[in-house]
């Protein structure tokens, strides 16, 4: 049975003693919880958080990475540096990185193929905007997405890959796909890692929901068949 994973995606936001003091204060919270927590939090913060984090049942990831070890790419983090502070989780091809700065499809394999090398676990975020949802392109889009994020990766790695559905259209704006067309949407991405690479290997694949989720609406979301957790911005 595949496990439900809750992430937490801070995107630009809190320094190091902000930071320390809100997993201080979410630790005792989630102790006993039977969901794997996770906190992506922006380079500034992962040493802090990491240290903070020691001795609870709280990952730390980070929020994107470069595919290449090292070299001339100034501002850029690699996972080897990540994986040398023992960052266990990073976030690929969200749609900020995809909208603001310039990912594209095969970034996101690239960097999907560099995380598994350094022993990252790659939370990868596909999506459709609201333009493709009135085509009726949901479908299409996101599976185009996934196979072209997954393309080259062995049957054990697409296992331990996380896909992360977000509706671009619903990504702070309050407005949240019905937990029917969030679960269908899903479900037609694990229908097209069956397709390819086996039933067994679709049926492990963690697969969120992401895009204005809440504490009221988590619960009818996260216990539909096929959404295993969420990736959270705003909340």
């Given at each position: 049975?595949?496990?439900?994973?809750?992430?937490?995606?801070?995107?630009?936001?809190?320094?190091?003693?902000?930071?320390?003091?809100?997993?201080?204060?979410?630790?005792?919270?989630?102790?006993?919880?039977?969901?794997?927590?996770?906190?992506?939090?922006?380079?500034?913060?992962?040493?802090?958080?990491?240290?903070?984090?020691?001795?609870?049942?709280?990952?730390?990831?980070?929020?994107?990475?470069?595919?290449?070890?090292?070299?001339?790419?100034?501002?850029?983090?690699?996972?080897?540096?990540?994986?040398?502070?023992?960052?266990?989780?990073?976030?690929?091809?969200?749609?900020?990185?995809?909208?603001?700065?310039?990912?594209?499809?095969?970034?996101?394999?690239?960097?999907?193929k560099s995380a598994f090398q350094y022993g990252l676990?790659?939370?990868?975020?596909?999506?459709?905007?609201?333009?493709?949802?009135?085509?009726?392109?949901?479908?299409?889009?996101?599976?185009?997405?996934?196979?072209?994020?997954?393309?080259?990766?062995?049957?054990?790695?697409?296992?331990?890959?996380?896909?992360?559905?977000?509706?671009?259209?619903?990504?702070?704006?309050?407005?949240?796909?019905?937990?029917?067309?969030?679960?269908?949407?899903?479900?037609?991405?694990?229908?097209?890692?069956?397709?390819?690479?086996?039933?067994?290997?679709?049926?492990?694949?963690?697969?969120?929901?992401?895009?204005?989720?809440?504490?009221?609406?988590?619960?009818?979301?996260?216990?539909?068949?096929?959404?295993?957790?969420?990736?959270?911005?705003?909340?």
């Open positions: 049975m595949r496990r439900k994973v809750i992430a937490g995606n801070w995107k630009m936001n809190m320094l190091p003693n902000e930071a320390i003091q809100f997993i201080e204060n979410l630790a005792p919270l989630v102790k006993d919880a039977k969901s794997e927590v996770i906190l992506c939090v922006p380079y500034t913060d992962l040493f802090y958080a990491l240290l903070t984090a020691q001795n609870t049942n709280i990952k730390i990831g980070a929020q994107n990475m470069h595919f290449e070890e090292n070299g001339a790419y100034t501002g850029e983090v690699s996972g080897k540096m990540l994986k040398s502070i023992n960052v266990e989780y990073v976030i690929i091809g969200h749609s900020e990185r995809r909208q603001y700065f310039n990912e594209t499809d095969e970034t996101v394999n690239k960097k999907v676990k790659p939370i990868v975020c596909v999506g459709e905007t609201l333009e493709q949802r009135e085509l009726g392109k949901t479908f299409e889009v996101i599976t185009t997405q996934t196979e072209l994020a997954l393309e080259g990766l062995s049957e054990e790695q697409i296992r331990n890959t996380i896909i992360a559905y977000e509706p671009i259209w619903a990504i702070g704006t309050g407005k949240t796909a019905t937990k029917d067309d969030a679960n269908d949407s899903i479900k037609s991405i694990r229908n097209k890692i069956a397709n390819k690479y086996g039933q067994n290997v679709a049926n492990e694949v963690i697969i969120q929901y992401g895009g204005s989720v809440k504490s009221s609406n988590a619960k009818e979301l996260f216990t539909m068949t096929d959404i295993d957790g969420g990736l959270v911005g705003r909340s």
